[in-house]
C-alpha cells in the first residue's frame, strides 16, 4: 500500500562515494502522527521555477497564477491547508535536481508543483517519482514525461506535450494552402518537439520542409536566421520560442528584414505570448500562432481569469500565468475528492479523473498517461477595446491528443524527437 501523501518517511537518494545510492529511508512519523493530512491538517508543495536566469519572466508568472488562485479561494480545501514552499531553478537542470532533493529531503514536501522548462523536468522527474512524491506539472512540455518515460506519479495538469500543441499548426498551414514550410526552433528537448508537432503534422497532410534552423536559449542576434529565412524558397515559416527575450528579438529582427509582408509567419504559444506582446506591441499584430491558450478567448472563465490577473498584477496574463492557476484548481479538486488519507497514487488517480467542461483551455480531460486532452487554438494577434494586444482564436482543433491522428502503440515505438528525428 501506498505512503499517506504527508507520510513523513521519504525513499530519498543520498550520495555515497562511488556514485548515487538510492532508496534510503527518512526518519519514520513520531507514535502520535500517522503523516495523514487529517493529522496534520497541512499538504506541503514544493513549488520549482525560474525567477532569474534567461527564462526567469516565464517562472515568475507561472508563480503568479499558482498564487492568484489561492488568494482567491483561500489556502484550505475542507480542513486541509495548502502551504507552498518556493525554489528557484534558473532554469538549469543541475539546479532543477538540486532544489528538488532540498524540497523533498529537507523541507519533507508532500507535493511537487513544476519545473517549467522540459530539460529541468526530465532531469528530476525519475528522482521524484522514486522518492514515492506526486507531481504536478503547470507549464512543462516534454514529451516523454507522459510518454516513453511516463511516470505514475506524474500529471501534467495544466500544459500539452511540446509535439502535441503544434500540431494543428502544421495541419492549420497545409489547410491555408501553404506547400513549403522553413522552422527555426529553440536547440533542446522543447524546440525539437514543437517544431516536430508542427512539421510531423504538415507532412502528413502533404507539405514539405525546405529547412530546419535551430538556435540556442538566450540568443541575442537572429540576423543569421533571418538572412537564411530571407533567401528560402519556402512560403511559409514557422518559429518556436520557450519564453523570455526571444520571441521579442526575433520579432523585431524579422520585421527590420522586411519579411512581414514577404514570408508569412506563423508562430508557438511562447513566441507570441503576453511577455512579446506586452514589448513589441504593433510589431505583432496580425501574426498568427498555434497554443492551448488563448487570453482573448470569449469565455465566462478565461475573461473572468484575465480580469482578475489584470487587476492584481497590471498586466495580461500569459501561457505561464494561466498554467500555475490551473494546476492549483486541479490540486484543490484533487484534494476535495482524494481527502486527507489519500495516498500519492490515490491523488494522482484524483487528479487524473477530474474532466472540466470549461477550464482555462477549454473542455478538457486527461488520458491514460496522465496527459491532457482538448482544444487547441489557431490564434491572431489584434488590438482590444482597451489598447492591449492579445490573441484571439480564429480556428479551433477540438480533443487534440498528445499522439495527435497516429497509433499510440506505433507512435510510441519511434525514438523521441531531437536534431536527428525531426518529424519528418
Known amino acids: 500500500m501506498g ?6 518517511a521519504r ?39 525560474p525567477v532569474t536566469g534567461p527564462v526567469a519572466a516565464a517562472g515568475i508568472e507561472m508563480r503568479e497564477g499558482w498564487e492568484l488562485y489561492w488568494q482567491e479561494h483561500g489556502e484550505t480545501v475542507g480542513e486541509i491547508t495548502v502551504e507552498t514552499i518556493f525554489e528557484d531553478d534558473a532554469g538549469n537542470p543541475d539546479t532543477a535536481l ?11 514536501v508532500d507535493v511537487i508543483v513544476g519545473p517549467l522548462l ?16 506526486p507531481s504536478l506539472q503547470p507549464v512543462t512540455a516534454a514529451d516523454d514525461l507522459t510518454q516513453r518515460k511516463h511516470h505514475p506519479l506524474l500529471l501534467r495538469a495544466g500544459s500539452y506535450t511540446g509535439s502535441q500543441m503544434n500540431f494543428p499548426g502544421g495541419q492549420w498551414a497545409y489547410e491555408q494552402g501553404h506547400r513549403r514550410a522553413i522552422t527555426l526552433c529553440p536547440d533542446y528537448a522543447f524546440g525539437w518537439e514543437s517544431c516536430a508537432g508542427f512539421v510531423r503534422a504538415f507532412t502528413a497532410a502533404g507539405g514539405e520542409i525546405v529547412d530546419q534552423l535551430w538556435f540556442p536559449l538566450g540568443t541575442q542576434d537572429f540576423s543569421p536566421y533571418v538572412t537564411e529565412m530571407r533567401g528560402t524558397d519556402a512560403d511559409i515559416a514557422f518559429v518556436t520560442s520557450a519564453g523570455g527575450a526571444d520571441g521579442p528579438t526575433f520579432v523585431r529582427t524579422y520585421h ?5 509582408d514577404q514570408l508569412p509567419l506563423l508562430t508557438n504559444c511562447c513566441a507570441m505570448d503576453q511577455a512579446t506582446l506586452r514589448d513589441v506591441g504593433e510589431l505583432a499584430e496580425g501574426i498568427h500562432s498555434v497554443s492551448y491558450w488563448a487570453e482573448g478567448r470569449d469565455s465566462p472563465a478565461v475573461q473572468g481569469f484575465v480580469q482578475a490577473y489584470k487587476q492584481a498584477y497590471g498586466k495580461l496574463p500569459s501561457l ?19 481527502g486527507g488519507e489519500a495516498t500519492a497514487e490515490e491523488l494522482i488517480d484524483a487528479a487524473s479523473s477530474i474532466r472540466f467542461e470549461e477550464s482555462l483551455y477549454g473542455p478538457l480531460r486527461y488520458d491514460e498517461y496522465n496527459n491532457p486532452v482538448g482544444p487547441v487554438y489557431i490564434r491572431v494577434v489584434e488590438r482590444n477595446s482597451d489598447g492591449e494586444y492579445w490573441n484571439v482564436p480564429v480556428e479551433t482543433y477540438e480533443d487534440v491528443s498528445q499522439f495527435w491522428t497516429f497509433d499510440p502503440e506505433e507512435y510510441l515505438q519511434q525514438p523521441p524527437y531531437d536534431r536527428e528525428h525531426t518529424g519528418q
Open 3 to 8: 505512503q499517506s501523501i504527508t507520510r513523513q
Open 11 to 49: 525513499w530519498v537518494a543520498v550520495s555515497a562515494a562511488a556514485g548515487l545510492v538510492l532508496l534510503a529511508a527518512c526518519a519514520p512519523p513520531s507514535d502520535d502522527d500517522d503523516g495523514s493530512v487529517a493529522e496534520s491538517g497541512t499538504v506541503k508543495v514544493g513549488f520549482l521555477s
Open 98 to 108: 538540486t532544489k528538488a532533493k532540498r524540497l523533498i529531503e529537507e523541507e519533507q
Open 118 to 133: 522540459a530539460n529541468t523536468a526530465l532531469a528530476v522527474a525519475d528522482y521524484v517519482t522514486r522518492a514515492g512524491i
Open 256 to 260: 527590420d528584414f522586411g519579411l512581414t
Open 320 to 338: 505561464n500565468v494561466a498554467g500555475g492557476y490551473l494546476t492549483a484548481e486541479v490540486l484543490a479538486r484533487a484534494l476535495e475528492t482524494a
